[in-house]
């Protein structure tokens, strides 16, 4: 993962299979450059120029640069985007195309488009591209920034003049140095009603306040927030409504755009821009009003070929640093780029500095200079123009490395890589936040045109895992290994030869391929556009914040159809209280051999918002329910003591966009069952995960105390109904399914969890289970409101019930043969517990549950902890995990991943964790007393000293839990049984190499066959076990055979990783189980050896 870099353009080798250091020497009659190129090199003649002036004679180094970017622009024009036709030059057809990201600049008005204007306006920028594969910038002029406030009682028009002057007047004391001539354009008085409770008038007047620019909407707000001096009515403060809407976000829902869809402008009603602002093929100007917006359905569902180009950088560090970009160089880029939709990448090149031996279907592009490597990449993106851009962690380092970089080495027009003429790349540092994903630092990284998919923070925000490395992602969810070769070794490589540089093109094209293969086995770029269809915000906001405003976003279109406004809520933290969360029925603990039928609630939250028409619309508050005196029949009453209208008098908003949303994931459950083509049903998929994870979101969205329009009383009831559903159902199958009522068992409730109820009918029988599961999940859906639905989904059998929120159990959808092994929150799937505990409780878990063979299960176990205590184990099956959330200060309690995170940073500030990061640990041994916090350290600084682990500790602190929990319900005496007994009494501590007070120790040898001390170093037994010569010496020779045959077979895996039977093995991966075990057989062997060496004869 080693990255950084930068250099200066130079031409490529003619052909891959010739690297040759450049391309300058070769080019002696320079081909006439495509039309643009002249105008895009301008400024580099003048960087070029001022810099390299006092080398060479000026015309004639004008004439090389000239003909090393001719040659340059030669080899790259191959991967250009198709040509326009000429129904696009004459703008004489309509352009359609799929928008892909949306924001705006400050621009001035289009004299044509807007006569009437002339002064600085905001300008919507559409990025996006045509079915046949044109990049387009469409320049949207005439949408304007406004808000809403409530216009106060008996304003008139001349009141509304008086106040504009006012407001206006205010506006130009906040703004004293902007040169706009009006701040506040217009106010106009509409009706509107607000979002906030249950109202009986249909709506109320409300004054639409439009300024000239969107940034000016806050300043207003404020102003009016406040207080200002109305005529009349003294200093009054008001209630703003959709003021904390971003412009791009509102612009997209007046116009009915949602993010990812196609967009139309007929032929006639768009101009092509006087000067390009962009470097897109198509590129126009055009009025907000003449776009059309198709919904993503039928022929308009399918996918641009956008054009993704997944890249990787290495650096050469100094010996002892990780790489920064104000010392050390940029060395090779690898690029690949993709079409959406197809399977390979059409372009597959790396471009190194020095020479590099071919590499079999790669354009390998060598250079002299690092800056050359850099001004060929930018022109690679220039040529290339991708749509979207990712890797692994490029936001954090690829990108601001390279911009880092090049700042160091002076090449100011290399940040240049957006789709934007002369916009630089803008990268800052963040810290994202949010209840669902934690706190992260990171770096905020612009390129304006393109979208950046970092995978990292993909894999980060979507999934629990207990590394985030790339070979670590790799191997789980592709099956796949790389090599890993630590940044310490890219130096060498780099140094040596055509060869060795060849070696690190290839690792570096696999780190550039890896993010290619699971953003398309992830289904990423179908399941980010579904998603931004489904709720209606751009595709870039999906990966940048966080699940909020997609729920805004659906709750502001529906507000606009039925002409209601949002009030912009101040965020008061936690002070609004906190409510009481769902119920979970008692866990009776235990192992259960007879089946267990789950029923499940449908969408129990949307259901139950739906059913009890919760809304913010249809909320009455307190004082509303007493003076409007409503009719009981009309009204629901929580069982929080909230009350709610029903829908004869007003259909909530939320229960609207709940009932959408489920239908038409409906819609798409069923087209999916009847798609053929594999890309319709990838984008059908996505879009049904879209809209059940919508759905689901907008319960959070009313329960968030700090989000955009928190409101506790819908909240506390969807789950007070939740918690008087479960404990409804519990009483109905424990009424209904007796002995008396004609059935063969008493059925019991065993748990109940969130939205499910496990229920033992007393049967043997797997289908019997089932039936019995079904027959009762239907007469209890009969005694809900609709469309809250109980369905018989699954039985467990054998089920083992631990505690609530933690059992395991096979699961059966049909009576023939199990599904699968299902777990929840036991430490198969936890993810702060090391490898080992997994390991154990896993096959502890097949032994019980599929095996039937519980004596094989304790003995497999006492194996186990046996092997532990001998120091057999593996360290790869040692390592915790835990996440660093924050810095070591902000924690009050020690922590041993965060104490060792500040370790790690005393040795090595570059290569230290931070925070946002997994930290890797082992717990070793050290003195009596020592707490765990002071006894963590890195598992390859264990490695690589020799480190004894503490296997107690381990012991103690992680198997004897996990394993207790799964054999307490199972066993009379689990703990005396697995954790005591002679399996328990030998231990093996190794002994550290290098350190502490073994650096002073004098080693004397002992005997090899009873291990006594024995004083004369020659000789290898003691006098007791002279007589054993033969057996104790044939017995190492084998142990060393053993070794080396272990070794080499791990050897030879780690070679397969990396590609190559011949070279040497220099992966260094952490999350790689094979490289602990490849090192530990190293040592063991080095270690037999060296007994073997003491036999003499």
């Keep these: 993962m080693n990255k950084g870099g930068n250099s200066r353009k130079r031409p490529p080798p003619p052909s891959s299979h010739q690297p040759s250091p450049a391309l300058k020497h070769q080019a002696k009659t320079p081909t006439p450059p495509p039309p643009s190129t002249e105008e895009d090199f301008v400024d580099e003649d003048v960087f070029f120029d001022e810099t390299l002036m006092g080398e060479e004679d000026v015309e004639s180094l004008i004439l090389r640069d000239f003909e090393e970017r001719q040659a340059l622009a030669s080899r790259l024009s191959k991967w250009a985007r198709p040509p326009l036709s000429d129904a696009y030059i004459s703008q004489s057809r309509s352009i359609v195309f799929q928008q892909l990201e949306i924001d705006y600049v400050i621009g001035e008005s289009h004299k044509n488009l807007l006569p009437d204007s002339s002064c600085q306006a905001a300008i919507i920028r559409i990025f996006g591209v045509t079915g046949e594969g044109h990049s387009v910038c469409c320049l949207v002029h005439g949408f304007e920034p406004y808000f809403y406030i409530s216009c106060p009682p008996g304003m008139g028009p001349d009141d509304i003049s008086h106040f504009h002057q006012t407001l206006e007047g205010r506006m130009k004391e906040m703004n004293r140095n902007s040169k706009v001539p009006k701040f506040v354009r217009r106010i106009e008085l509409v009706q509107k009603r607000s979002i906030m409770y249950y109202q009986q008038q249909k709506s109320q007047p409300f004054l639409k306040i439009v300024v000239a620019l969107p940034t000016m909407v806050a300043t207003c707000r404020g102003i009016l927030d406040r207080g200002i001096q109305i005529d009349g009515l003294g200093m009054k403060s008001f209630i703003t409504y959709e003021s904390n809407v971003l412009f791009a976000l509102r612009f997209m829902i007046d116009c009915n755009i949602v993010g990812g869809n196609w967009i139309e402008i007929p032929a006639g009603k768009y101009k092509k821009t006087a000067k390009n602002m962009s470097y897109c093929q198509l590129e126009f100007d055009c009025l907000y009003s003449d776009l059309i917006s198709h919904a993503p359905e039928g022929e308009f569902s399918k996918m641009a070929p956008f054009r993704i180009l997944s890249f990787d950088i290495e650096c050469a560090g100094r010996k002892g640093h990780f790489p920064e970009p104000s010392h050390d160089p940029v060395i090779q880029v690898a690029n690949l780029v993709t079409l959406q939709g197809e399977d390979q990448p059409f372009i597959r090149n790396v471009m190194t500095l020095k020479s590099c031996s071919p590499i079999v279907g790669v354009d390998v592009m060598s250079f002299d200079t690092e800056k050359e490597v850099l001004l060929a990449w930018r022109e690679f993106i220039r040529e290339v123009d991708p749509d979207i851009i990712i890797g692994y962690n490029i936001c954090k380092f690829d990108l601001p490395y390279l911009i880092e970089r090049a700042q160091t080495l002076g090449i100011a027009e290399f940040p240049i890589l957006g789709r934007i003429r002369n916009s630089r790349v803008r990268v800052k540092d963040t810290t994202f936040s949010s209840r669902q994903y934690g706190t992260r630092e990171s770096k905020e990284v612009t390129v304006e045109g393109r979208v950046q998919f970092d995978l990292l923070q993909a894999m980060q925000r979507d999934y629990k895992l207990s590394s985030y490395s790339l070979n670590s992602v790799s191997a789980h969810f592709l099956s796949e290994q790389k090599e890993d070769v630590h940044h310490s070794i890219i130096s060498d490589l780099q140094n040596g030869n055509a060869e060795t540089r060849r070696r690190l093109a290839v690792y570096c094209l696999k780190d550039a391929y890896l993010p290619q293969r699971l953003l398309d086995k992830l289904m990423y770029v179908y399941n980010y556009v579904e998603m931004a269809r489904v709720t209606g915000v751009p595709i870039s906001f999906l990966l940048s914040r966080g699940q909020s405003i997609k729920v805004l976003s659906q709750l502001l279109r529906k507000s606009k159809q039925k002409n209601l406004v949002i009030p912009n809520v101040k965020q008061a933290g936690s002070e609004q209280g906190t409510f009481e969360g769902a119920t979970v029925?008692?866990?009776?603990?235990?192992?259960?051999?007879?089946?267990?039928?789950?029923?499940?609630?449908?969408?129990?939250?949307?259901?139950?918002?739906?059913?009890?028409?919760?809304?913010?619309?249809?909320?009455?508050?307190?004082?509303?329910?007493?003076?409007?005196?409503?009719?009981?029949?009309?009204?629901?009453?929580?069982?929080?003591?909230?009350?709610?209208?029903?829908?004869?008098?007003?259909?909530?908003?939320?229960?609207?966009?709940?009932?959408?949303?489920?239908?038409?994931?409906?819609?798409?459950?069923?087209?999916?069952?009847?798609?053929?083509?594999?890309?319709?049903?990838?984008?059908?998929?996505?879009?049904?995960?879209?809209?059940?994870?919508?759905?689901?979101?907008?319960?959070?969205?009313?329960?968030?105390?700090?989000?955009?329009?928190?409101?506790?009383?819908?909240?506390?009831?969807?789950?007070?109904?939740?918690?008087?559903?479960?404990?409804?159902?519990?009483?109905?199958?424990?009424?209904?399914?007796?002995?008396?009522?004609?059935?063969?068992?008493?059925?019991?409730?065993?748990?109940?969890?969130?939205?499910?109820?496990?229920?033992?009918?007393?049967?043997?029988?797997?289908?019997?289970?089932?039936?019995?599961?079904?027959?009762?999940?239907?007469?209890?859906?009969?005694?809900?409101?609709?469309?809250?639905?109980?369905?018989?989904?699954?039985?467990?059998?054998?089920?083992?019930?631990?505690?609530?929120?933690?059992?395991?159990?096979?699961?059966?959808?049909?009576?023939?043969?199990?599904?699968?092994?299902?777990?929840?929150?036991?430490?198969?799937?936890?993810?702060?517990?090391?490898?080992?505990?997994?390991?154990?409780?896993?096959?502890?878990?097949?032994?019980?549950?599929?095996?039937?063979?519980?004596?094989?299960?304790?003995?497999?176990?006492?194996?186990?902890?046996?092997?532990?205590?001998?120091?057999?184990?593996?360290?790869?099956?040692?390592?915790?995990?835990?996440?660093?959330?924050?810095?070591?200060?902000?924690?009050?309690?020690?922590?041993a991943h965060v104490e060792l995170a500040e370790r790690m940073r005393k040795r090595d500030p570059a290569t230290a964790p931070n925070v946002g990061d997994r930290v890797p640990y082992v717990i070793i041994k050290a003195a009596k007393g020592a707490k765990a916090y002071e006894r963590s350290e890195d598992p390859i600084y264990v490695l690589e000293n020799n480190i004894p682990i503490d296997p107690q500790y381990y012991l103690e602190n992680q198997i004897s839990k996990p394993l207790l929990r799964i054999f307490e319900p199972i066993l009379k005496n689990a703990s005396k049984e697995l954790l005591h007994g002679s399996h328990t009494r030998s231990i093996s501590i190794s002994t550290p190499s290098n350190s502490g007070i073994m650096k002073f120790a004098k080693k004397q040898l002992s005997c090899i066959g009873c291990k006594a001390l024995i004083c004369n170093s020659d000789r290898t037994l003691c006098s007791h076990c002279k007589g054993r010569e033969a057996e104790l010496y044939y017995k190492t020779v084998s142990q060393v055979s053993e070794l080396e045959e272990l070794f080499g077979r791990l050897w030879t895996q780690c070679q397969e990783c990396q590609g190559s039977l011949h070279q040497d093995v220099l992966c260094t991966s952490r999350d790689c189980p094979i490289f602990y075990r490849r090192k530990k057989a190293q040592k063991d062997m080095v270690e037999a050896k060296r007994q073997l060496d003491r036999w003499n004869f």
């Design 585 to 895: 029925l008692e866990a009776k603990a235990g192992f259960y051999e007879k089946p267990i039928a789950t029923l499940d609630f449908a969408s129990l939250y949307p259901s139950i918002m739906m059913a009890y028409n919760l809304c913010y619309c249809t909320l009455v508050t307190p004082e509303d329910v007493r003076k409007l005196n409503l009719p009981p029949e009309c009204v629901n009453r929580t069982p929080s003591g909230e009350t709610f209208v029903k829908p004869e008098l007003q259909k909530g908003i939320l229960p609207e966009i709940l009932e959408e949303l489920l239908a038409a994931r409906k819609r798409a459950k069923a087209d999916l069952k009847e798609a053929k083509d594999p890309l319709e049903k990838a984008v059908l998929d996505g879009r049904q995960l879209a809209l059940k994870v919508s759905a689901n979101s907008v319960y959070g969205f009313t329960g968030a105390t700090v989000g955009q329009l928190p409101c506790l009383e819908i909240s506390s009831s969807v789950t007070s109904y939740g918690r008087q559903m479960i404990e409804h159902t519990k009483k109905l199958v424990e009424d209904k399914f007796t002995v008396l009522g004609g059935y063969e068992h008493n059925a019991e409730v065993i748990y109940g969890d969130t939205d499910s109820v496990m229920v033992q009918f007393g049967v043997s029988d797997v289908e019997a289970a089932m039936n019995l599961g079904r027959e009762a999940a239907e007469h209890i859906s009969g005694t809900f409101t609709k469309p809250i639905k109980l369905e018989f989904e699954k039985v467990y059998y054998p089920y083992l019930l631990i505690s609530k929120k933690r059992y395991a159990g096979l699961f059966w959808t049909n009576p023939q043969k199990f599904d699968k092994m299902d777990t929840k929150g036991i430490e198969t799937v936890r993810r702060d517990n090391c490898l080992l505990v997994k390991n154990l409780v896993t096959e502890c878990l097949h032994k019980i549950l599929i095996d039937r063979d519980i004596p094989g299960a304790v003995q497999y176990v006492k194996n186990t902890i046996s092997d532990l205590l001998m120091n057999r184990m593996d360290l790869s099956l040692l390592v915790i995990t835990k996440g660093l959330t924050k810095t070591g200060d902000d924690y009050e309690v020690k922590a």
